[in-house]
């Protein structure tokens, strides 16, 4: 029996590899620039010989024997003619040769000082880090540039300069590669930690290259176009010019060319193997296709959003995974995700076959892959990965034995993660249960549009299934729904109702009653089926209707809004599981917000708030199914009474204005300290017109019938508010445009229909219409100019913050609370003694705090 | 009753202590027993869990937010005569620990009698950095002379008890080469001490001397006498914490700046801990948004851990770290990774992300604790690992 064993990297080492290590580690030594020979075969010792691994199918690996997919390619190398400077290690290079003798190599320092530096920068990178070390080592190093007598040779020094990128000039006299290689030789390992090489991972001298390690093909893999033709890599591009030159230098130093053509292939090597390591250097053209466009060349794969690193290091892809455009569902649980049956048969579940199940898993693959619930594959357990298909179902459901794992369809009830992006907060991926149903998108409960910021304009979402017991057990327990109802950010719940779900309720808890037939009739669509609770008399009111949601036991009071008796009125007061009074509100049942949802949270659970939060949304939206609701024109007409008053409020504020204007030309404004007589006017003229508008806001709140749909989405906190309805009833204000009033965008003036220097509320974007009025054609105009001022913003925020959030994520992630209560980070650094200084998860306390005072109310 | 408390002194966090006392004040004995026993159990249930990634929560309720801020660089707060930069901008200003900040600002507190109101005015008017420029009511200069006539502001210089001659002090230390005469109580006569006086000094003169440092507080340079509730405060456009604080009736308590270095620099990094808190609860407060303090408590430690303000940057915090890998995954992997390879750097993967990029369990939450499965009998296991062996 084999035994399983487990490997974990326990740590990576970092170092350069030296001329003798890459010779060693090749399998192949590349000595000519062609690829194929006449038969399309990799030609041996060219840049895709099949020592170096396989890219076409068919072909086996010389060096390691196996196939395609199977061979993970081998280095191979190249002997330079001529040495050559690496381009990454140019800085280094220049430091070293300044701070050497160019004599005996040994450290402008003298031998007594050098312990002192050492212990220096020992210290230095102990008590404040390794950049901190790298500075002050670049601080030697500008001391040392100065001296100009070894002290340990009394040979005189000669001035270096970096001719860039490549060229070491010493008193105008260039220094060749060779040169440079046999100085850094000569410097002693004893002194390269004063530059911060670590003797060990690098010697300098191989800074200088001798060798080139030539990328595995499969690396570089070529691509066959539909014409036949092969199209290869950038790198064997690159690699290709490299090998060429190469061949050429070693032809002309053998054939004694003379020195001016052999400096000057030795300077094509250079540029060629430096944009071979970073094409984008930039004293260097870079090097470019036939096209024109530059090669991507190492340097280029590595880095960046698209690079190795951040594309394929720290992002991950999966399979078992589906996305498609959502839709809403209110009568699905909000743990669940509606799955289109067509997903549902592509996406599978893993499931091994015991002696207690085999019949049953049998039944799926039975079915097959067009049937559902079928099965796609049969995983036999030497890892074999079998499709299930008409012929070969009969053998594999011979073959099957526990022991098998069948890859079955989703079923209700499976385990499924749900996520949208932007995956802001760990409520934007959850766990959902699956529930397959007819139709093509996804679908979720309107509930938790909140948590994943969707809406239904054509929103798509993602959805994963995990593979493993183990993923799929954390994904339940730590994931569901009902698990993330109160957010981490502040200690609230995140999922409530919205939208009609409120609206509903308020009409039910403010307006309705039933019949006895009536209130099971509704209770029964939102899938009550025992009605014992619902009182038994005639007429049934909507709070006792709301009531039988509650369970039996709950009380709550909530605080009213104000001390005015209509909010006292309104706010709710819940005993012994009856809404004894109050109307029910966004306030207490939206997101964010949710105080009675938040009780009723903390009193029985995650599990029992997502059925009652599943319960009271069906309830709102069958409440305006039966009894009707919708918001129209008339809903904002006010009596000519209010109207005439609006009327009178805007001419008041436009007097103000033209008063403040005329005192603005004689200077008789009084100055606001600090400002300018400009700037006051416009301080003063802004806050007097939007007092005008809440003035007429609060005309509109009085006069506007509070039972039109309109007012009562308002009232519940739904959708819109107050000054929504003023803008569509009275006046739509001032329109402000980077913190003023609209400026001007023609000489003197905002608009041509205006006249020069008008500083009235009309010609500056006050808008005095109401949107059922209707705007006039500059009114328009200046709303569609503060309309494109929100959109660019909106454009240059989300980039930003998101850039934000990626350097606190990044800074922040490794943080961690320990067994003993402290914070600490990767390093084992404390950052806190006690998380948040009491160690309270904001998840677990109501908005950030344990409530004392409610402990001690419930005690009696 | 004294004795019921200290039973759970150790055991509850001060805030939550003092919180029972408040409400439980006249309880009986028994009573209040009772009740801390429930607060304990409250407490218990809502304690974080070991190997929870506080850290990235906080990110996330700290970086969720920011699509919802406005951009708007200046917005009002508090003082309407005053643009402050506010929303996002200034998020990333104190997040990034940058010493040069959109809009320095101090408020100034008073101890009384000062802060009634009582000569606001000129406490604030000498704050505020004051060059010569204000003084002067106009120039004359006479071309043949050769000289130039300052006919000076007389309430202004009242406001700070100036008079011409001690303003000759002051210009002649911050000028070389001229020479200045009073005349009367409001008129200043400058000329050339130079031999071969020349008519185009004069003229440089003219727009040099308006430059001339007078008095107040270097570096204030607007001043704002406001009412807060029932007090007198002076807000200031720019900022020195240090000279503010000595000046005799400043409430050295309660002043304050939001420019976080010059916290650290005068008072030290807690005070800057506490001041980066500050100002990101000024910033989100004023956009009406709700993060708990932890999150953003645990920013402002993350930031001031090393003894000294590091930004949220590649140049702070994230060059700081000890992975390679971690340093290489945020910005400018090559230089990370050459710098690694040079002195040779080992990294043990112990944080987040090299696993992510090895395929390993990340050590947070659950990939924390390791437990060892025996999948076969010991037996089994020694028979082949003697087989291996052989």
């Known amino acids: 029996m084999e035994i399983p064993v487990y490997k974990q990297v326990d740590k990576i080492v970092f170092e350069i590899m030296s001329p003798k290590f890459i010779k060693e580690m090749s399998s192949a030594k590349i000595v000519t620039p062609e690829l194929y020979d006449k038969e399309g075969y990799p030609v041996d010792g060219g840049l895709m010989d099949v020592r170096l691994g396989v890219i076409d199918p068919g072909l086996r690996c010389k060096t390691c024997g196996q196939k395609l997919k199977e061979c993970p390619g081998h280095f191979g190398y190249i002997e330079l003619a001529r040495p050559v400077v690496h381009i990454r290690f140019v800085k280094l290079v220049l430091d070293l040769l300044r701070s050497t003798c160019r004599e005996c190599g040994g450290l402008l320092i003298p031998k007594n000082r050098l312990a002192q530096y050492v212990t220096e920068l020992d210290q230095i990178e102990l008590t404040q880090g390794q950049s901190e070390r790298r500075d002050r080592i670049a601080e030697i190093v500008a001391e040392l540039k100065t001296i100009n007598k070894c002290p340990h040779c009394a040979a005189k020094q000669k001035k270096i300069v970096l001719e860039k990128p490549t060229t070491f000039l010493e008193d105008d006299r260039r220094i060749s590669p060779i040169e440079i290689r046999t100085r850094l030789e000569r410097i002693g390992d004893d002194d390269l930690p004063v530059f911060g090489v670590n003797p060990r991972a690098m010697r300098p001298e191989w800074g200088i290259l001798t060798v080139l390690p030539i990328p595995p093909v499969t690396m570089r893999p070529s691509i066959t176009l539909e014409t036949g033709e092969r199209s290869e890599d950038d790198l064997t591009h690159k690699l290709g010019d490299i090998v060429r030159i190469n061949q050429r230098l070693f032809e002309n130093i053998n054939a004694g060319a003379p020195e001016i053509i052999i400096e000057d292939l030795w300077d094509l090597l250079q540029y060629h193997v430096t944009t071979f390591f970073d094409n984008e250097v930039s004293q260097l053209p870079p090097a470019r296709h036939r096209s024109g466009q530059p090669l991507k060349t190492i340097t280029a794969r590595i880095k960046s959003k698209e690079g190795r690193i951040r594309h394929n290091l720290a992002g991950k892809r999966t399979n078992f995974s589906a996305r498609t455009v959502i839709s809403p569902d209110p009568a699905i649980e909000i743990n669940e995700v509606g799955v289109p049956k067509v997903m549902a048969m592509k996406l599978t579940v893993p499931e091994r076959i015991t002696s207690w199940n085999a019949e049953y898993l049998k039944s799926f693959v039975k079915r097959g892959t067009a049937q559902y619930p079928g099965a796609n594959y049969v995983v036999r357990p030497d890892g074999k990965r079998k499709r299930i298909t008409d012929e070969t179902k009969e053998q594999l459901l011979e073959e099957l034995q526990p022991g098998y794992v069948v890859e079955r369809h989703l079923l209700d009830g499976d385990i499924a993660l749900f996520n949208r992006q932007p995956s802001l907060h760990r409520m934007s991926m959850m766990c959902h249960k699956v529930r397959v149903l007819p139709g093509l998108t996804l679908r979720l409960n309107p509930a938790v549009c909140e948590p994943y910021n969707a809406d239904f304009d054509g929103d798509e979402m993602n959805l994963h299934i995990p593979q493993t017991e183990e993923a799929r057990a954390e994904a339940e327990i730590l994931m569901q729904v009902q698990t993330q109802i109160v957010s981490p950010r502040y200690g609230l719940s995140v999922i409530g109702c919205n939208q009609d779900a409120i609206s509903g309720n308020y009409i039910l808890s403010k307006y309705l009653s039933f019949t006895r037939p009536e209130a099971i009739d509704l209770l029964m669509s939102v899938g009550i089926e025992d009605f014992k609770r619902v009182p038994n008399k005639k007429i049934v009111s909507g709070r006792e209707v709301f009531s039988v949601l509650l369970p039996e036991d709950f009380g709550f009071n909530a605080e009213p809004k104000s001390n005015k008796p209509a909010d006292i009125e309104n706010a709710v007061v819940i005993k012994d599981g009856l809404l004894v009074k109050g109307v029910l509100d966004k306030s207490q049942l939206g997101a964010g917000a949710g105080l009675l949802l938040r009780t009723l949270h903390k009193q029985y659970g995650a599990d029992d708030m997502g059925v009652i939060l599943g319960r009271i949304y069906k309830m709102g939206i069958n409440v305006l199914l039966k009894y009707g609701f919708t918001a129209g024109i008339s809903d904002i007409d006010l009596s000519p009474e209010a109207d005439d008053k609006i009327r009178t409020l805007l001419n008041e504020a436009e007097a103000d204005v033209h008063r403040m204007i005329g005192q603005y030309e004689q200077k008789s404004l009084e100055l606001l300290p600090g400002r300018t007589l400009d700037e006051t006017l416009e301080l003063r003229v802004l806050e007097r017109l939007n007092k005008v508008r809440n003035e007429t806001g609060r005309v509109v709140a009085e006069n506007a019938v509070a039972s039109t749909g309109t007012m009562m989405m308002v009232r519940s906190g739904a959708r819109g508010n107050l000054i929504n309805v003023a803008q569509m009833a009275a006046c739509v204000g001032q329109q402000a445009f980077r913190g003023g009033r609209i400026s001007n965008g023609y000489k003197g003036r905002t608009l041509s229909v205006f006249k020069k220097g008008d500083l009235g509320p009309e010609a500056r974007g006050f808008i005095r219409n109401s949107f059922k009025s209707g705007l006039k054609p500059h009114e328009m105009f200046f709303m569609a100019m503060t309309g494109r001022d929100s959109l660019m913003d909106t454009a240059l925020r989300t980039p930003k913050s998101g850039y934000l959030y990626r350097r606190l994520a990044n800074a922040m992630q490794d943080l961690k609370v320990e067994y003993d209560g402290t914070v600490r980070d990767a390093s084992g650094k404390i950052v806190q003694f006690n998380y948040g200084e009491d160690n309270l998860d904001v998840s677990r306390t109501e908005a950030g705090r344990i409530n004392v005072k409610k402990i001690i109310e419930n005690l009696g | ?390």
Do not use: C, W
């Open chain 2, 1 to 390: 009753m004294a004795n019921a408390y200290a039973e759970y002194e150790t055991k509850l966090p001060k805030s939550i202590m003092e919180e029972v006392k408040q409400h439980a004040a006249g309880a009986t004995d028994a009573k209040l027993k009772k009740i801390l026993a429930a607060v304990y159990i409250e407490y218990q249930r809502a304690l974080v869990d070991p190997g929870e990634a506080v850290g990235n929560v906080a990110a996330e309720s700290i970086g969720e937010p920011g699509t919802q801020m406005t951009l708007d660089t200046f917005h009002f707060a508090g003082v309407s005569e005053m643009n402050v930069t506010m929303g996002l901008p200034r998020l990333i200003e104190v997040l990034d620990a940058r010493k040069t900040i959109g809009t320095a600002m101090m408020e100034v507190y008073l101890l009384p009698p000062y802060n009634a109101g009582q000569d606001i005015k000129k406490i604030a008017e000498k704050i505020k950095e004051t060059s010569f420029r204000e003084y002067i009511l106009e120039f004359h200069i006479d071309v043949l002379e050769a000289n130039m006539t300052i006919k000076l502001d007389k309430t202004k210089m009242d406001m700070v008890d100036a008079t011409p001659d001690k303003l000759i002090k002051v210009l002649l230390k911050g000028l070389k080469g001229f020479e200045f005469t009073a005349i009367g109580t409001d008129t200043i006569v400058a000329k050339s001490a130079a031999k071969d006086e020349q008519l185009k000094d004069i003229y440089h003169l003219k727009e040099k001397i308006k430059d001339v440092y007078v008095n107040g507080v270097k570096g204030i340079k607007m001043v704002l006498p406001v009412k807060r509730g029932e007090e007198f405060l002076i807000v200031t456009a720019g900022t020195n914490l240090k000279k503010i604080l000595a000046i005799e009736g400043v409430d050295t308590t309660r002043t304050t700046t939001n420019n976080i270095y010059e916290v650290e620099e005068l008072l030290g990094i807690e005070a800057a801990r506490q001041s980066i808190i500050n100002e990101m609860n000024k910033v989100l407060d004023n956009q009406g948004i709700d993060i708990d303090v932890r999150h953003i408590m645990l920013a402002s430690d993350t930031m001031s851990m090393s003894g000294h303000m590091l930004g949220i940057s590649r140049y702070g915090i994230v060059k700081e770290k000890p992975s390679v890998l971690a340093r290489a995954s945020f910005e400018t992997p090559l230089k990370h990774i050459f710098n690694a390879a040079i002195t040779g750097e080992e990294d043990h993967l112990n944080s987040v992300i090299e696993n992510v990029m090895l395929n390993q369990p990340v050590p947070l939450g659950t990939g924390l604790p390791r437990i060892v499965v025996r999948h076969f009998p010991k037996k089994v296991v020694k028979k082949a690992k003697a087989e291996v062996e052989a």
